[in-house]
């Protein structure tokens, strides 16, 4: 199960704090990708990053803020202006974009619940 | 941008019965379609794709069709396993969403021993 990490595993927070979630891979690959899942509404995408120093928002990027400074790394804020923040976040990652048939390849996760 | 739609949210089958999911895209487009499996509290993984040049694809149990024309993929397992149950996602890439997945909504498979 190596190649793509994310940490920590489990994340408490109190409300008005931000929080960073960690997500490193040693695959080699361009595109980076954040979703938040939530029982019953399947993958969300927040915002993804085909290549260094570039990212564009998902579907649901309000409360959230990423970067994209190293090929390895994409850490994603999850922000007080995000509203219910409590879910299970995934990243992933791919060699290029999907359209070209390239496998995203998906970390553990983390569980952010907010006390 | 592109929509997928997936049904049944839920699919009870007995061991050794087959299962289907189907799902539908909004994007004529779109070129790519995957399918994930997660299990309980792990990561999704890719269980099988098709490109929209090719309009079934196989792999032992595990078969998935594309209809272009009605904007349709299915995933088929055949003698279904206990061990088979989980979420199952479709996804669809290309087109407007060109570089990203967009996925559906997921199936809770449960396989009765």
């Known amino acids: 199960d190596g190649g793509i990490t994310q940490s920590p595993k489990y994340l408490f927070r109190k409300e008005g704090q931000n929080v960073t979630l960690s997500c490193e891979q040693n695959l080699n690959h361009d595109a980076m990708y954040w979703y938040r899942q939530d029982p019953g509404q399947g993958l969300r995408l927040i915002y993804y990053s085909q290549i260094v120093n570039d990212f564009q928002k998902g579907d649901i990027a309000e409360g959230y803020s990423v970067s994209r400074e190293k090929k390895e790394s994409f850490p994603l804020t999850v922000t007080s202006a995000q509203k219910n923040p409590t879910a299970f976040y995934l990243c992933?990652?791919?060699?290029?974009?999907?359209?070209?048939?390239?496998?995203?390849?998906f970390g553990p996760g983390t569980r952010l619940t907010v006390l | 941008g592109e929509n997928v739609e997936q049904h049944p949210s839920t699919l009870s089958v007995q061991e050794g019965d087959s299962a289907v999911i189907k799902c539908t895209y909004s994007d004529s487009a779109s070129n790519y379609f995957p399918w994930y499996k997660q299990e309980l509290g792990k990561r999704p993984q890719l269980i099988i794709d098709?490109?929209?040049?090719?309009g079934e694809k196989k792999d032992q149990r595990i078969a998935v069709t594309l209809n272009k024309t009605a904007k349709h993929f299915s995933l088929h397992i055949t003698e279904t396993q206990p061990e088979d149950s989980a979420v199952y996602f479709c996804?669809?890439?290309?087109?407007?969403?060109?570089?990203?997945?967009?996925f559906g909504q997921g199936t809770i498979l449960t396989v009765h021993p």
């Open positions: 098709i490109r929209s040049n090719v």
């Open positions: 996804a669809a890439a290309g087109g407007t969403s060109y570089g990203k997945l967009t």
């Open positions: 992933a990652s791919s060699k290029g974009p999907n359209s070209s048939g390239n496998e995203q390849f």
